[in-house]
């Protein structure tokens, strides 16, 4: 229902390209471009300053005419969305847009079996996911580029409040050459500073929950022996299994390479590293429309395993 120049504009103002823009909205990028000169033809006033054009990898930045044509747009954005929900709940549909952002490991072994399920029961919503650590998603919620986010550590933000969606464990991985990988028992945490480390990247909500609860168990993070920072869980379970070193990574995210035997979990004297995949939403806000179905569904879907897919 909303304005399509105006969906256009704001989605090339987001990531400010014009290419990006084009693979979101899935056209091409010269359509992009047209529609935002019609646009700027229309409203008489320039909305972007363009530095050689509007190629690949052009620096664009709004200009003051862009920047306060924005905050309305978003504005018309957000009313017609509030239209289309209103429009449904006469005829008792859950419709309209939802914007979730994601955290990286909430975004790789949680969400897609929950947005399946939810897409299935609730045709007529139409959904998009921006994912990154958890810093990333915690600053999109605060500038309301989304309704609700999902992450995996604490929000370090105080214009966002958390609500706890399911715990999650943090487990110690070796490859099955690994010392560690044959031993029946556990072994000491003072033997993590004796062995390299693949750890999460700075600002990622895993390795912040790893790193507190290692100096909450009396090893000092500077004794670590950081071997990799890697940007995803993924590449941490691959850098393991290569032989790189051990590594920190949530419990879902290793039950199928468990089943292939190409990492061992190894169990650490006296420490559980437990944490809360949390919604996350802008303070004094409550989740309404599609957002508040989508927390509930989320929530019954995590608490029964066939649906979670855990």
Do not use: C
């Not at 309305?72 to 209103?86: I, P, V």
């Not at 009396?218 to 590594?247: F, H, N, R, W």
């Not at 927390?295 to 066939?306: D, G, H, I, K, S």
């Amino acid at each position: 229902m909303e304005n399509f120049r105006l969906k256009v504009f704001r989605t090339v103002a987001e990531g400010l390209s014009f290419r990006k823009a084009a693979e979101v909205l899935h056209l091409s990028q010269p359509a992009v471009s047209q529609q935002i000169r019609a646009l700027e033809e229309e409203a008489g006033v320039r909305l972007f300053d363009r530095a050689g054009g509007e190629g690949h990898g052009t620096q664009i930045a709004l200009t003051e005419a862009g920047r306060v044509l924005l905050k309305y747009a978003n504005r018309a954005a957000q009313t017609m969305a509030e239209a289309q929900r209103a429009l449904a709940a006469l005829n008792h549909e859950v419709a309209g847009e939802l914007r979730l952002g994601a955290s990286t490991t909430v975004a790789q072994y949680v969400l897609p079996h929950i947005l399946g399920a939810f897409l299935r029961q609730y045709p007529h919503v139409k959904l998009s996911v921006v994912s990154g650590n958890t810093e990333r998603i915690v600053q999109v919620v605060a500038e309301e580029r989304v309704a609700l986010g999902l992450i995996e550590g604490p929000a370090m933000r105080r214009e966002v409040k958390t609500e706890r969606m399911t715990r999650d464990e943090m487990v110690l991985i070796a490859s099955p050459d690994h010392p560690w990988a044959a031993l029946k028992g556990s072994i000491d945490v003072a033997e993590l500073a004796k062995v390299p480390l693949v750890l999460r990247e700075q600002g990622s909500g895993s390795r912040r929950v790893v790193e507190r609860a290692l100096k909450h168990a009396g090893l000092p993070l500077k004794s670590l022996q950081v071997a990799m920072e890697l940007d995803s869980t993924e590449a941490i379970i691959s850098g393991v299994e290569a032989g790189l070193g051990v590594g920190f990574v949530s419990r879902w995210s290793v039950t199928k390479v468990l089943r292939l035997g190409s990492v061992r979990v190894v169990r650490i004297k006296g420490l559980q590293i437990v944490r809360d995949f949390s919604f996350v939403r802008l303070a004094g806000t409550e989740a309404a429309g599609a957002a508040a179905v989508f927390q509930r569904f989320a929530l019954a879907a995590v608490a029964t395993p066939e649906k979670s897919g855990r």
